[in-house]
T-cell receptor, first 113, second 112 residues
Framework: GAGVSQSPSNKVTEKGKDVELRCDPISGHTALYWYRQRLGQGLEFLIYFQGNSAPDKSGLPSDRFSAERTGESVSTLTIQRTQQEDSAVYLC???????????FGPGTRLTVL | GQNIDQPTEMTATEGAIVQINCTYQTSGFNGLFWYQQHAGEAPTFLSYNVLDGLEEKGRFSSFLSRSKGYSYLLLKELQMKDSASYLCAVREDRRAGYALNFGKGTSLLVTP
């Protein structure tokens, strides 16, 4: 079946602009995660959604970052007033509820000029 | 917070065995994971340890010692396609679900 998909695959934006990244999880996966991977760094957890429960936002680096998910489907990660340090690959992963194996999407490479 | 340390790079020969170590410090350990990431691709799940001991899955095995804050990934009968980055990740009690904290990864190069 189809895996996790993300769009766009690449995004170049100017400092100060807002960007919106999209993730389509695997059908039936109630858990959804966003991570960020800066060049030369490990993946950083950003936010976690599980069904209709309140999301775990403990990894969001600032109030410029927000994410939404409607039910158990698509999620969007929004970064407002982008800064150069926001440049990274943003990865989305999904899994079955309370299952350890996460399936990652191909990522969105964000470049802030 | 926590620290996850693993070697930056390793090189091994095709057909050989390689062990990639990972040490971690965390306030509330709740599982250790290994992922494989080929250049430019998404990470893929390899293994999960929550209890001490060795978990074997084909050519790959993963070991955990919670008292030592230590894990290793063992790759046997290395193949050229095993050249990739290997990511050690820890799950903490303070995070919901299986939200993970990752190390920087170990870049493994398999040579003929």
């Amino acid at each position: 079946g189809a895996g996790v998909s993300q769009s766009p695959s690449n995004k170049v934006t100017e400092k100060g602009k807002d960007v919106e990244l999209r993730c389509d999880p695997i059908s039936g996966h109630t858990a959804l995660y966003w991570y960020r991977q800066r060049l030369g760094q490990g993946l950083e957890f950003l936010i976690y959604f599980q069904g209709n429960s309140a999301p775990d936002k403990s990894g969001l680096p600032s109030d410029r970052f927000s994410a939404e998910r409607t039910g158990e489907s698509v999620s969007t990660l929004t970064i407002q007033r982008t800064q150069q340090e926001d440049s990274a690959v943003y990865l989305c992963a999904s899994s079955l509820a309370l299952h350890p194996e996460q399936f990652f999407g191909p990522g969105t490479r964000l470049t802030v000029l | 917070g926590q620290n996850i340390d693993q070697p930056t790079e390793m090189t091994a020969t095709e057909g050989a065995i390689v062990q990639i170590n990972c040490t971690y410090q965390t306030s509330g350990f709740n599982g250790l994971f290994w992922y494989q990431q080929h250049a430019g691709e998404a990470p893929t799940f390899l293994s999960y340890n929550v209890l001490d001991g060795l978990e074997e899955k084909g050519r790959f095995s993963s070991f955990l010692s919670r008292s030592k804050g230590y894990s290793y990934l063992l790759l046997k009968e290395l193949q050229m396609k095993d050249s990739a980055s290997y990511l050690c990740a820890v799950r903490e009690d303070r995070r919901a679900g299986y939200a993970l904290n990752f190390g920087k990864g170990t870049s493994l190069l398999v040579t003929p």
